[in-house]
């Protein structure tokens, strides 16, 4: 392939969408959310916490305490986008099979890391 197809190819890529979890492996606490960006997400969560900015304080915590190789990141599930060009709603539907995993896991307390 050439550099043109290469980059062509790239530009026309959809990125994953559906829903992961940042799981401590030390005491089973999950962090659950979803995204439009599967790809880049994990990226920002672990540059957050590897520098203590993290939103989710009691996950920042763990992190500091346990360490990253205590942390895995885990998709649950993915959406298949249309390949017809059907109009398609990414963000409403990664938010429903977001609060699916919410209520079927329940990721809270001493469960995980949502109040």
């Not at 017809?84 to 977001?98: H, I, Q, S, V």
């Amino acid at each position: 392939m050439t550099r043109k197809e290469l980059i062509n190819d790239y530009k026309h890529l959809k990125p994953r969408i559906g829903v992961f979890q940042i799981r401590n492996t030390a005491n089973g606490k999950v962090f659950i959310e979803g995204s439009t960006n599967l790809d880049k997400i994990w990226n920002r969560h672990r540059t957050e916490l590897r520098f203590g900015s993290h939103r989710n304080k009691p996950l920042q915590q763990d992190w500091a305490a346990f360490g990253e190789a205590s942390f895995v990141f885990e998709i649950l599930s993915e959406i298949a986008q249309p390949e017809d060009g059907t109009p398609f709603d990414a963000n409403r539907e990664m938010k429903g099979l977001e609060k699916l995993f919410m209520e079927e896991v329940q990721p809270f307390g001493e469960r995980g890391y949502h109040a």
